[in-house]
């Protein structure tokens, strides 16, 4: 390699270092070619790139770049996972975790996460973690449950008046159908006094012409008499 490509190199992996906080790691000495291929395409649907670097230009652009951090990993055989902006962690370290499982060749060393140095043990445990949309949903149903609560809670009163007042009016409507009931049985078994009112009305009106008619005849009989005593005489 000329010495103008190796410039090109180092400034290309040290912007690429500057410009990603998260990164992994790893030694790749066994993989074939298929493998590799495998697993970059594993990377790239997580969003980031599998690059094999040499080791003396990576510390050269490690240094420019101000990750010195990475110095201690750069030993061997090395590949370099550069996780994208808008790249998955946890699904690069997936495919890499599952790669080292599977080939029992891969060898993780650790790496960058949102800037912060990471060893292999740590990648393995970032390997567990659920799917990003998986913590969504999770997160989510963790922040949707206590307003669910609140909902329910800030309902039950309101439920307990529709309750109460359904109650109130079903009790008014027994009581108002009993009162009228009552009032028909009361109307059907008492005598109106104007029955009575009327018979006995009718019972003075029915004697007074009787004692009339008796006195008209008692003071025709003295008339007659009366009469009959003056033609004898």
Avoid: C, W
Avoid at 95 to 123: C, F, M, N, P, Q
Avoid at 159 to 164: E, F, K, N, S
Avoid at 176 to 182: F, I, N, P, Q, V
């Amino acid at each position: 390699m000329q010495r103008t490509e190796k410039e090109q190199v180092v400034t290309e992996l040290a912007e690429r270092l500057r410009s990603s906080e998260s990164l992994i790691v790893a030694d790749y000495r066994g993989l074939t070619n298929t493998q590799l291929e495998e697993l970059r395409g594993k990377l790239h649907a997580s969003g980031a790139r599998f690059r094999i670097v040499k080791n003396t230009l990576t510390r050269r652009a490690a240094e420019e770049a101000g990750a010195e951090s990475l110095l201690a990993l750069l030993e061997g055989p090395t590949a370099i996972a550069f996780v994208e902006t808008d790249g998955d962690p946890v699904g690069v370290a997936k495919a890499l975790a599952d790669t080292a499982r599977d080939t029992k060749v891969l060898a993780l060393r650790g790496g960058l996460l949102s800037g912060r140095s990471i060893g292999s043990a740590e990648i393995e445990e970032l390997a567990k973690l659920p799917a990003p949309d998986v913590v969504k949903s999770q997160l989510v149903g963790v922040i949707v449950a206590p307003l669910t609560q609140l909902v329910g809670l800030l309902a039950a009163p309101l439920r307990d008046l529709v309750g109460l007042l359904d109650a109130r009016i079903d009790q008014l409507g027994d009581s108002a159908g009993a009162e009228s009931l009552g009032n028909q049985v009361v109307a059907d078994t008492e005598v109106p006094a104007s029955a009575d009112d009327t018979d006995t009305t009718d019972a003075v009106a029915d004697d007074t012409p009787s004692e009339a008619s008796d006195e008209s005849d008692s003071l025709v009989d003295s008339a007659s008499a009366e009469s009959t005593t003056s033609e004898e005489e």
